[in-house]
């Protein structure tokens, strides 16, 4: 917190000012990043990993390093990070949107895990534009218990019960929601306040709320619905750090003596890296003391917290995206089991086999729109004519004369399989299992209304950045014909 202070301190001189919300999204990460660090050493040593893998991709493969500086990635490689919370009630998730709205972050995505027999429908809060992005990337994936999904109906209502006592903000952060809604802004001294309230929000309690009794009857439903109910607040289950090399720190992971999961998710490694790839670290058992009716406490086993690394690769179009899916589950269904320890090698060849119809150069991907890019003019070669614009066949003719180049647009969401799995393997027992899936319908509606607000389609999104830098380039490229 002392740091994050300091450098508000710093970057602004005048107190009456408001503070970006970039500004305020980028200093919360900073505190978040601290304190999981010291609830979660472990979670440190993976930082560790992940820069040391990091700095020797950069050193020895300069046309990386060459394509994060067109892109502005290079500044911001270290503060990549994401974390997941999970919540219990309407009025969390509402409430939480607002809190996000006050750091930048909105929600984009709908993902319903039911159907991989997780309980939960979820969202990302993030920034939305690319300068924001480019500020700040921290994003929180927000996930909703589906209590409806609880059959035993006695059980559910002790569940509501213990969700409806409890209250996750402290008064003074929704204080300052309020007032950052009705001012439009935050000066420092309160931002400097909302960020260490609302910080609470995401803080490990080690004392229990509930009885072991109920908390034992929860989690033989699920392992998630005692993770939710059974706390006082939505304590971060895990940050991640983004890698230039997801494979090496997996392997990194084992000789430092911190245990991931069994496998990588997402797509297999390629020459030209597509939406995302993720592993883990198995979530460690925490004690834990469980509130009993006398108002004792028993102590008690809890598995929910780890650390995570990520590998971010290019964002897919509609089309992109449902090739990336039929390729993975057909590497899937050909497997014929949930990917674990013990098939994993096999697992990594029929993906690899899957994928090699999935184009592995940008170039491709663009002219058979798989993928999302931004343009750029390429000073030194313009001459051409600037009344084609409009026509693709002609902007592939520009690529091709290197009047224009093009970066791959990063995939700044989740993917519903890969986060099933992640969720999984941080469960007691999980991994070895195959959870049968929820037959519950997805309800994004549901979730809409919980939230108070529609979901941004992140398609759309990633569809006006590269439109956005088209025009730019386009205007650029006129400029100087
Ligand atoms: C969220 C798991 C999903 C990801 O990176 O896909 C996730 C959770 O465990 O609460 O974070
Ligand atoms: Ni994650």
């Not at 930048?104 to 939305?128: K, N």
């Not at 496998?263 to 790839?277: N, S, T, V």
């Amino acid at each position: 917190m002392d740091n994050a202070s300091a450098s508000i301190n710093s970057a602004f001189t005048n107190n009456d000012d408001f503070i970006s919300s970039d500004d305020i999204r980028h200093e919360f990460a900073l505190a978040m990043s601290a304190m999981y660090q010291q609830e979660v050493p472990l979670y440190g040593d993976l930082l560790d990993l992940v820069d040391e893998v990091n700095t020797e991709v950069l050193a020895k493969q300069p046309d990386i390093k060459e394509q994060l500086e067109y892109t502005g990635e290079l500044a911001r490689l270290s503060m990549e990070r994401h974390g997941a919370i999970r919540l219990g009630t309407a009025d969390e998730l509402s409430t939480m949107r607002r809190l996000f709205a006050v750091m930048g972050m909105y929600p984009v995505g709908y993902y319903d895990l039911a159907p991989a027999g997780v309980p939960v429908h979820s969202t990302a809060f993030r920034a939305i534009d690319a300068e924001a992005l480019s500020n700040s990337p921290f994003r929180v994936f927000t996930s909703l218990l589906r209590l409806d999904l609880i059959t035993d109906e006695v059980l559910k209502q002790q569940a509501k019960a213990a969700l409806s006592k409890r209250k996750i903000f402290t008064d003074q952060a929704i204080a300052l929601i309020d007032k950052f809604e009705s001012q439009g802004g935050l000066n420092l001294a309160d931002t400097k306040q909302f960020i260490i309230e609302a910080l609470e929000t995401f803080r490990w309690h080690e004392q229990a709320p509930i009885s072991k009794g109920l908390y034992q009857q929860l989690a033989d439903q699920h392992a998630l619905i005692a993770d939710v109910v059974g706390f006082k607040g939505p304590h971060i289950n895990h940050l991640t750090p983004r890698t230039l090399d997801i494979d090496a720190v997996q392997q990194g992971m084992q000789a430092r003596g911190i245990p991931p999961k069994a496998i990588i998710e997402g797509p297999p490694k390629r020459d030209c890296p597509i939406l995302l790839r993720q592993t883990s670290f198995k979530a460690l058992e925490e004690a834990v003391s469980f509130k009993n009716e006398q108002g004792s406490y028993e102590q008690g086993q809890h598995t929910a917290r780890f650390g995570e690394i990520e590998q971010r690769g290019v964002a897919l179009t509609s089309k992109g995206r449902a090739l990336y899916d039929k390729l993975l589950n057909k590497a899937r269904h050909q497997l014929g089991a949930t990917p674990n320890q013990n098939n994993a090698s096999d697992y990594y060849e029929i993906l690899a086999k899957s994928f090699a119809a999935f184009p592995d150069d940008y170039q491709t991907m663009h002219d058979e729109g798989l993928a999302y890019f931004y343009y750029q003019a390429v000073e030194q070669s313009i001459n051409v004519d600037a009344k084609t614009r409009l026509a693709k066949a002609e902007i592939t003719q520009l690529i091709n004369q290197g009047a224009i180049r093009i970066e791959p647009i990063v995939y700044e969401d989740f993917l519903p399989v890969s986060a099933a799995g992640i969720f999984q393997s941080n469960l007691k027992n999980a991994e070895q299992n195959d959870e049968p899936g929820y037959k519950g319908n997805s309800n994004k509606q549901e979730f809409e209304q919980a939230l108070g607000a529609q979901v941004y389609d992140e398609l759309a999104l990633y569809e006006a950045m590269q439109a956005q830098s088209l025009k730019q380039c386009l205007t650029a490229i006129e400029r100087c014909a």
